[in-house]
Structures are given as structure tokens and as C-alpha cells.
């Protein structure tokens, strides 16, 4: 199969949507949204040696304009040449704390969506490690050590941007306590 770019934009323009609005009881409430994905993988060819920018750009301003909207932050994984680091806004990184590195993503070094995400931030930054509430995996890129604790996988309406298999998880709360734990209230009643 043979995608353009306005098509992975509206494939992965769902698949954003519908991760953003899967909203279980004891979700966190997604304020910072991970994705990673091999434009490789969409395009229908082996992760790390088709590298297409358009379609990694598809998908950067795909998940912007819907996060953007959301009031979500984003971060995009760099592949394993960066060490899986992320491009994010800088004001991101400082609102969450989390210390940035030097380094600016190329396609063949940190891949297209990462490099796409750099020229369209405002003030991008790479950090080497985020927890997430929420992440998007396009193409099977492993995002998960870039999640909360406890991920919880979602199934979204959309399979596939491109030939890409697409995989998302939402992270909830740790359950804390024994048999005498509790996690509704049942009333006002403390003892």
C-alpha cells in the first residue's frame, strides 16, 4: 500500500483523538502524550531504512493540532541512534522538570518524526527520559520506558497509519494496600 501524506495526517489525527478521549475511571489525565513511530513502518518498509520526512511530518502535525486543541503537551521519541531520547517545547520540559541534552534529531539519526517535531516546536529541547500519562506507538518503536508505572493498553478505533501497526496505553495510579484497601468510597466514613 502506497500512503500519502494528507493520509497519514488523518490517520494519525484519529488515532491521537481517540487515545485522548479514552477516558476510563482512575485514567491520569493525560497532560503529557508520548509517541513514537518509524515512518518506515507507515510507508510499508522495515523500521530504520525507508525513512520518508513527509509522512513523519504527517503525523507530527497530525498529533499538534489535536493536542494543541486538547491542551496536551507532546513529546516525540528519537530512535535507538539518539538512544531513544525526545524532542519537546522547552517550557514543557521546565513546567515537568526534566533536565534536557544536546542533540538535534536528523532522519537517519533520530528519525523522521523527530525531526519534524524539532522544526515545527517553537523552542524544541531533546531530554533523555519523560514519564507520560499516555503514549502512541506507531510502527512498533517501544515507548513503553517513557510511561507512568502502570500502563494500561488502549484499543483505539484506528489499527494502522499507513502499514504502521499502532499501539497506545494510558497510565492509571498505582493500587496500593491489602485486604483492607479500598478504591471507591463507599461513604463519608474514614474508620
Not at 490517520?11 to 477516558?23: G, P, R
Request: charged content about 20%.
Amino acid at each position: 500500500m502506497s500512503i500519502t501524506a494528507e493520509q497519514a495526517f488523518v490517520q494519525a489525527e484519529q488515532a491521537v483523538t481517540s487515545l485522548l478521549e479514552e477516558n476510563r475511571p482512575h485514567f491520569n489525565p493525560v497532560k503529557l502524550l508520548v509517541i513514537g513511530g518509524s515512518s518506515s513502518e507507515i510507508a510499508g518498509g522495515t523500521i530504520g531504512h525507508n525513512s520518508t520526512y513527509e509522512l513523519g511530518e504527517a503525523v507530527v502535525k497530525a498529533a499538534l493540532k489535536v493536542c494543541g486543541d486538547a491542551g496536551t503537551a507532546v513529546a516525540f521519541q528519537c530512535c535507538e541512534h539518539l538512544n531513544r531520547a525526545l524532542i519537546m517545547e522547552r517550557e514543557t520540559a521546565e513546567r515537568f522538570g526534566y533536565e534536557t541534552v544536546w542533540v538535534v534529531p536528523r532522519i537517519k539519526a533520530g528519525g523522521s518524526l523527530a525531526t519534524a517535531a524539532w522544526k515545527h516546536f517553537r523552542d524544541p529541547v531533546a531530554v533523555l527520559a519523560v514519564q507520560a500519562d499516555a503514549g502512541l506507538d506507531i510502527g512498533q518503536t517501544l515507548i513503553g520506558m517513557h510511561l507512568r508505572r502502570v500502563a494500561v493498553p488502549v484499543r483505539l478505533g484506528i489499527s494502522r497509519i499507513g502499514e504502521a501497526v499502532v499501539s497506545a496505553a494510558r497510565t492509571r495510579p498505582l493500587l496500593v494496600g491489602g485486604d483492607r484497601a479500598r478504591y471507591v468510597p463507599e461513604s463519608e466514613e474514614i474508620l
